[in-house]
């Protein structure tokens, strides 16, 4: 299937500890340009989000939000410094013995030392946040790849349209082209016999002329070179995947083709024809351009 550049998607999880959401959208870009907006808190987490996300995106400039909200209070535990607390009965014993005195401490003279117990938030479960977290991003992914791809198909059958018209130019163009040979012939011909009068026309001069005309406007490979462009282009259309770039360079070559056919044109008809069928190029090439 063929998918958009542009896309959204978002999701949302609200249990009794917390609200999480995931926002994802999208506009044009060369390659997978990801940009990822979270609390402070998802950091660790967010290689494991950018590998999942590449399996979903290819191509695009890609803004990711995530949003959080706990509905727990704080949590907080107490932390014991056992090697301090050694420390602090180390010294309390040395300066028993230097002075002569009692070493009369106890347990909660000791916890009320500096830092031997100090509040701490409590680590957060990494598994079970990963776990929130992975879910509703990929409920967001999903959904921002459907938009992609209902757009996609639209993109797809607009340039399928254009192929066909351009294929018709192309035919207008190959179905002229001898005529326009022919036509050069006859006026040569008129202009010489005007010249001459009732003397004798040279034909074999007159062949040699016609030749030397042909080569500098015949499109014969051109032609047929751009066809094979509109079908390569139709064929990557309907195969579907990741064709963007694909297709780009296939449209730089049909337009290289179309740019020698307007400069060999030498009839107003097929000009006319040759610039049509420049434009209906330039807009299948802007319309490639939302392609993944």
């Given at each position: 299937?063929?998918?958009?550049?542009?896309?959204f998607?978002?999701?949302e999880?609200?249990?009794?500890e917390?609200?999480?959401?995931?926002?994802?959208?999208a506009?044009?870009?060369?390659?997978?340009?990801?940009?990822?907006?979270?609390?402070?808190?998802?950091?660790?987490?967010?290689?494991?989000?950018?590998?999942?996300?590449?399996?979903?995106?290819?191509?695009?400039?890609v803004?990711?939000?995530?949003?959080?909200?706990?509905?727990?209070?704080?949590?907080?535990?107490?932390?014991?410094?056992?090697?301090?607390?050694?420390e602090?009965?180390?010294?309390?014993?040395?300066?028993?013995?230097?002075?002569?005195?009692?070493?009369?401490?106890?347990?909660?003279?000791?916890?009320?030392?500096p830092e031997?117990?100090?509040?701490?938030?409590?680590?957060?479960?990494?598994?079970?946040?990963?776990?929130?977290l992975?879910?509703v991003?990929?409920k967001?992914?999903?959904g921002?790849?459907?938009t992609?791809?209902?757009?996609?198909?639209?993109?797809?059958?607009?340039?399928?349209?254009?192929?066909?018209?351009?294929v018709?130019i192309?035919?207008y163009?190959?179905?002229?082209?001898?005529?326009?040979?022919?036509?050069?012939?006859?006026?040569?011909?008129?202009?010489?016999?005007d010249?001459?009068g009732s003397?004798?026309?040279?034909?074999?001069?007159?062949?040699?002329e016609?030749?030397i005309?042909?080569?500098?406007?015949?499109?014969?490979?051109?032609?047929?070179?751009?066809?094979?462009?509109?079908?390569?282009?139709?064929?990557?259309?309907l195969?579907?995947?990741?064709?963007?770039?694909?297709?780009?360079?296939?449209?730089?070559e049909?337009n290289?083709?179309?740019?020698?056919i307007?400069?060999?044109?030498n009839d107003?008809e097929l000009?006319d024809?040759?610039?049509?069928?420049?434009?209906?190029?330039?807009?299948?090439?802007?319309?490639?351009?939302n392609?993944?």
């Amino acid at each position: 299937m063929i998918k958009s550049m542009t896309g959204f998607g978002r999701s949302e999880l609200v249990t009794e500890e917390c609200k999480l959401s995931v926002e994802i959208k999208a506009v044009n870009h060369r390659y997978l340009d990801l940009s990822i907006k979270m609390p402070k808190k998802f950091n660790y987490f967010e290689a494991a989000m950018r590998n999942l996300l590449k399996e979903y995106i290819q191509r695009g400039k890609v803004d990711v939000f995530i949003t959080y909200e706990d509905y727990t209070k704080e949590k907080l535990c107490l932390k014991y410094n056992s090697a301090l607390a050694a420390e602090y009965m180390k010294n309390f014993e040395q300066m028993a013995e230097q002075f002569g005195l009692e070493n009369d401490v106890t347990a909660s003279v000791l916890a009320r030392c500096p830092e031997v117990l100090t509040m701490e938030q409590a680590l957060e479960d990494e598994e079970h946040t990963w776990e929130l977290l992975e879910g509703v991003l990929k409920k967001a992914a999903e959904g921002f790849v459907q938009t992609r791809v209902a757009e996609g198909g639209h993109l797809k059958q607009d340039l399928l349209g254009k192929l066909e018209y351009m294929v018709s130019i192309v035919d207008y163009i190959e179905e002229r082209s001898p005529r326009v040979l022919e036509d050069y012939r006859n006026r040569l011909l008129d202009k010489v016999r005007d010249m001459l009068g009732s003397a004798s026309v040279d034909e074999a001069r007159i062949l040699t002329e016609v030749t030397i005309f042909a080569d500098k406007v015949c499109v014969d490979e051109e032609t047929v070179r751009l066809k094979s462009h509109i079908e390569s282009m139709k064929r990557e259309l309907l195969s579907g995947g990741s064709v963007g770039r694909k297709l780009d360079f296939i449209a730089q070559e049909m337009n290289r083709e179309s740019n020698t056919i307007l400069s060999k044109a030498n009839d107003l008809e097929l000009s006319d024809h040759a610039i049509i069928l420049k434009t209906e190029i330039e807009k299948v090439r802007e319309q490639i351009q939302n392609i993944e």
